[in-house]
């Protein structure tokens, strides 16, 4: 197990990696969509908020929609209950698997208390690979921004309200402009109706798609169309 401090550095290079390919790469949404970039911003590296966590599995996988951005639904499959400590208080996360293309990978998306104002109102993710133990290094550190933090361009999904933490979970990724943060994933949608006609399209599936030239997208995220 990496210590406290290689495990810093390791964060540390993480993140100037993902500058990097945020800068440069062509399948970078600040790329792909023409929107100027600078610096992603995070909250202090803070040991406190890696924890260690339990999946409880459901008997069997249970279909769940998770609504996005458009006003659509991602289906997922919903494996379970994370359980952890954070601050002393008990807690729990949903974890989703997006279905074909992301192997072991799962998904947490998730809502806190600092939800709206330090970090993105709508939600941050998590991921993570399964293990046959289910028992988990659960790094808030490394919590991201879906990339319609920064684009309108890309289709994310919303964490369900069982995913609401009622703690600050000052660690992982900031939110990266005041102009682009709602508070609420309602108060998103709110804004995106001022903007364009509501549509209601049915489900569609989330996970990690490419196709031609377009971005790929995260679990939790869809493609952008072409224009």
Same mark, same amino acid.
């Given at each position: 197990?990496?210590?406290? @401090?290689?495990?810093? /550095?390791?964060? %540390?290079? #993480?993140? %100037?990696?993902?500058?990097?390919?945020?800068?440069? =790469?062509?399948?970078?949404?600040?790329?792909?969509?023409?929107?100027?970039? =600078?610096? +992603? !911003? *995070?909250?202090?590296?803070?040991?406190?908020?890696?924890? /260690?966590?339990?999946?409880?599995?459901? $008997?069997?996988? #249970?279909?769940?929609?998770?609504r996005t951005n458009r006003d659509n639904q991602a289906v997922m499959r919903y494996l379970g209950d994370l359980e952890f400590k954070l601050g002393g208080k008990?807690?729990? +996360?949903?974890? *989703? =698997?997006?279905?074909?293309?992301? &192997?072991?990978?799962?998904?947490?998306?998730?809502?806190?208390?600092?939800? &709206? #104002?330090?970090?993105?109102?709508?939600?941050?993710?998590?991921?993570?690979?399964?293990?046959?133990?289910? %028992?988990?290094?659960?790094?808030?550190? !490394?919590?991201?921004? $879906?990339?319609?933090? *920064?684009?309108?361009? *890309?289709?994310?999904?919303?964490?369900?309200?069982?995913?609401?933490?009622p703690v600050p979970v000052r660690a992982g990724e900031r939110v990266w402009a005041a102009e682009r943060n709602p508070r609420t994933p309602s108060s998103l949608?709110?804004?995106?109706?001022?903007?364009?006609?509501?549509?209601?399209? $049915?489900?569609?599936?989330?996970? $990690? @798609?490419?196709?031609?030239?377009?971005?790929?997208?995260?679990?939790? %995220?869809?493609?952008?169309?072409?224009?």
């Amino acid at each position: 197990m990496a210590g406290p @401090r290689s495990w810093r /550095r390791e964060l %540390e290079v #993480e993140r %100037e990696m993902k500058n990097g390919f945020m800068a440069r =790469h062509p399948e970078s949404p600040f790329v792909s969509g023409r929107v100027p970039f =600078h610096d +992603l !911003r *995070y909250f202090p590296i803070d040991v406190r908020y890696k924890v /260690r966590a339990k999946l409880n599995r459901r $008997p069997s996988p #249970e279909e769940a929609y998770l609504r996005t951005n458009r006003d659509n639904q991602a289906v997922m499959r919903y494996l379970g209950d994370l359980e952890f400590k954070l601050g002393g208080k008990a807690l729990r +996360l949903r974890v *989703y =698997h997006a279905g074909e293309g992301v &192997g072991t990978s799962v998904f947490v998306p998730f809502r806190d208390s600092t939800s &709206g #104002e330090e970090s993105y109102g709508p939600g941050r993710y998590l991921t993570l690979e399964l293990t046959e133990s289910d %028992e988990y290094d659960l790094d808030f550190n !490394r919590a991201f921004n $879906p990339y319609c933090a *920064y684009t309108d361009d *890309y289709e994310c999904g919303f964490p369900p309200a069982e995913n609401d933490l009622p703690v600050p979970v000052r660690a992982g990724e900031r939110v990266w402009a005041a102009e682009r943060n709602p508070r609420t994933p309602s108060s998103l949608m709110l804004s995106r109706r001022g903007r364009r006609p509501a549509a209601s399209p $049915p489900p569609t599936k989330a996970g $990690p @798609r490419s196709g031609g030239s377009r971005p790929r997208p995260r679990s939790g %995220e869809r493609a952008p169309r072409r224009r």
